[in-house]
């Protein structure tokens, strides 16, 4: 609750010294990797503030005891980037941080998302004081002015709350990523992860792994074609690393710490022909680990295939999320059942490893349509090293998509909330646009999964025909 007949404080504005970027769990995760949005920034602030001391604190690799312990030790800022798993958990960490005198900024989709909502319930003057400042879109310019002591009234891309209690939110200014320095992946003891994958991940054949970012943005996300799930929020189009300096990067990444797979974080890999001809040119040229992009259905053809298995991508996710043509319609992708079956067709004749992603309860879902999408996958009959790791879940509702919005029309109850209560909104969600209830969408992910490992073991020596 806002109190606006009050001064609310807003933290002095000198130059810091110290400053955390705080990465937390939430949800169950199988693949442990540094993260990249902590990593890119970091990397920022040592070029640009070069006596200024960031600390990336991981709790995937502190546990949550050690992390509260550090952020215990008085940093002058705490930074966090919230996603929907991870949002009560961060608020915890968020209130530790507040606790010993930090000033508490939050960044990321689901912060500029819900940023009313948060500054409402967590912003200074609120019972749960935890947080002053949320920077949405780019963040690399707007970190390195808080850290520098600039008053919050001049820093772009922030939202925050003016000492009445109004939400100020300052002009945007979109940075250019081909001018950002590479992510300098040393900030973090990388063999500390590779030994937790390692650990976790190893029986899969995949350790060693990074995730990388070479494109920034969806060219769909702004416009009419954005799916009904998709919360990024995004200005400025897709901006692109120059194609030769991906590649470059990528390779070095192979050569100086050994990485061998990577997890390529762009959305349409594939979406721009001319980028994706020059990278596939360079980095067919140089040492590459194995690349695990996106691509929407409808971008695949043969030659962007062959281009991909050229520049060294063994695996693509394909957003397919049903077989049912009425849910797809629904879902304002573009693509058909059809259109999914020869994008997969495609990338199996190019030589690459298609990884069908799946979303179970989607608007229209039943237990027809539940059906249909397994038995089509069965007549697809994937090879069994597309079954080893698969995107398979039961929707989520998050902030900032479109699906939110329909929710909260038939659920005014949520307006305001910045931390609903999960099962409940799913309940909600169901109610209102499935004929498929939870429990047949818990009982379809465990026929998915079965079908995937047992495909994925029959592909293993010495084991029987596939499912
Ligand atoms: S879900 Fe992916 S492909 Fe769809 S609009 Fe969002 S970023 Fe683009």
């Known amino acids: 609750m806002i109190l606006l007949f009050c001064i609310l404080p807003v933290p002095s504005a000198v130059p810091m010294k110290k400053?955390?970027?705080?990465?937390?769990?939430?949800?169950?995760y199988d693949e442990i990797l540094p993260p990249l949005w902590a990593l890119a920034l970091a990397t920022y602030m040592r070029q640009a503030a070069p006596g200024i001391k960031v600390d990336i604190l991981d709790e995937q690799v502190l546990g949550a005891k050690r992390l509260a312990g550090l952020l215990a030790r008085r940093y002058d800022l705490a930074g966090f980037s919230p996603v929907t798993q991870t949002y009560g958990n961060v608020l915890k960490f968020a209130r530790v941080a507040k606790k010993n005198g930090s000033m508490v900024v939050f960044g990321g989709h689901y912060a500029s998302a819900l940023k009313k909502e948060i500054l409402a319930n967590r912003g200074p003057g609120s019972a749960d004081y935890c947080l002053d400042a949320?920077?949405?879109?780019?963040?690399?310019k707007a970190l390195h002015e808080l850290a520098r002591g600039t008053p919050f009234g001049g820093i772009k891309n922030l939202v925050y709350l003016t000492p009445g209690g109004q939400l100020a939110e300052n002009p945007v200014e979109i940075m250019d990523f081909s001018r950002l320095p590479p992510v300098d992946y040393t900030l973090l003891d990388l063999e500390r992860y590779f030994k937790i994958q390692e650990r976790k991940m190893g029986k899969l054949g995949i350790g060693r792994t990074l995730s990388f970012i070479a494109q920034r943005g969806c060219k769909w996300a702004a416009g009419a074609g954005r799916c009904i799930f998709c919360g990024i929020q995004t200005m400025g189009g897709v901006r692109c690393i120059p194609p030769e300096s991906a590649a470059r990067q990528l390779s070095s990444l192979y050569r100086k710490y050994g990485v061998r797979h990577v997890y390529e974080a762009g959305d349409d890999y594939p979406a721009n022909p001319a980028w994706l001809r020059e990278f596939s040119a360079a980095a067919s040229r140089l040492k590459m680990p194995a690349l695990e992009v996106y691509a929407k259905a409808t971008t695949l053809n043969p030659a962007n295939a062959a281009l991909l298995k050229a520049a060294g991508v063994k695996y693509v996710c394909v957003g397919v999320e049903s077989f049912s043509d009425d849910i797809l319609r629904r879902l304002n992708k573009g693509a058909s059942a059809a259109v999914s079956r020869r994008a997969v067709s495609v990338l199996l004749e190019a030589g690459l490893i298609p990884n069908t992603a799946l979303i179970l309860g989607l608007p229209g879902e039943t237990r027809e349509t539940l059906s249909l999408t397994l038995s089509e996958l069965k007549k697809i009959g994937l090879p069994p090293d597309c079954c080893q790791r698969t995107c398979l879940n039961i929707v989520a509702i998050c902030p900032g998509t479109r699906l939110?919005?329909?929710?909260?029309e038939k659920e005014p109850k949520y307006r305001g909330q910045d931390l609903p209560d999960s099962h409940e909104?799913?309940?909600?969600?169901l109610k209102h646009f499935c004929e498929a209830g939870e429990a047949d969408l818990e009982a379809a992910l465990k026929v998915f999964s079965n079908y995937f490992a047992a495909r994925a073991k029959a592909g293993r020596p010495g084991r029987g025909k596939a499912a």
């Open 425 to 429: 909104l799913r309940l909600d969600y």
């Open 404 to 408: 939110w919005q329909m929710l909260l």
């Open 19 to 28: 400053i955390a970027l705080v990465y937390t769990l939430g949800g169950r």
């Open 134 to 140: 949320i920077v949405c879109y780019d963040g690399e």
